[in-house]
């Protein structure tokens, strides 16, 4: 008869922790970037992942799940952006090979009375000399990009096909 009362105020006590567990992660938040939707998943995994390691869990595998749960939030983590682990290296490898890029904006447009209208983005490679140079800079900087990109999207489709697999098994 008492838990038939105390549990509505429990059930409400929870609720409001579990809001403010979420608050830092949804104050973030923006709708405009795919990455926030990978953060907030990751994020329900994390939480997923931890209830697995207490004592709460009923599941005698609650530690490969957990352990199934951290694979799936490394994966996610590696591939939320696309920068940061695959591109970025790629650009690194690029600078071993060329040298350092820099960018100048020179004025490209006037008018009439000489003021500048727009620029020009102008870029100069360290290593690169003349047009035939340049052709292979241009080549190896679209097949860095290219390569990146493509291992990206591969890491990127396993990770969902890992969670896609795995997820109907993480529930206890």
């Known amino acids: 008869m008492i838990e038939t009362v105390i549990y509505p105020f429990k ?17 973030k938040d923006r709708d405009w970037d795919n990455s926030y ?7 329900k995994l994390e939480f997923t992942r931890d209830f697995y390691l207490s004592d709460k869990p009923y599941s005698a595998e609650a530690g490969n799940i957990a352990k199934e749960i951290q694979d799936a939030i490394e994966r996610l ?19 071993e090979k060329w040298g350092k890029t820099t960018f100048e904006f020179v004025p490209f447009q006037h ?7 727009t620029y020009e983005m102008k870029s100069k490679t360290e290593k690169v000399e003349g047009d035939e140079e340049e052709e292979l800079y241009r080549k190896d900087f679209q097949k860095a990009l290219d390569t990146s990109r493509k291992q990206y999207i591969k890491d990127k489709k396993e990770a969902y096909e890992f969670i896609a697999k795995n997820i109907d098994n993480w529930w206890d």
């Open 37 to 43: 939707i990978t953060d907030i998943l990751i994020k």
């Open 111 to 117: 008018t009439e009375d000489g003021d500048v209208l």
């Open 77 to 95: 983590h590696m591939t939320r952006d696309c920068w940061e682990f695959y591109e970025n290296l790629a650009m690194e490898e690029l600078e």
């Open 11 to 27: 059930d409400f006590y929870r609720r409001i922790k579990n809001v403010l567990r979420w608050l830092p992660t949804i104050w």
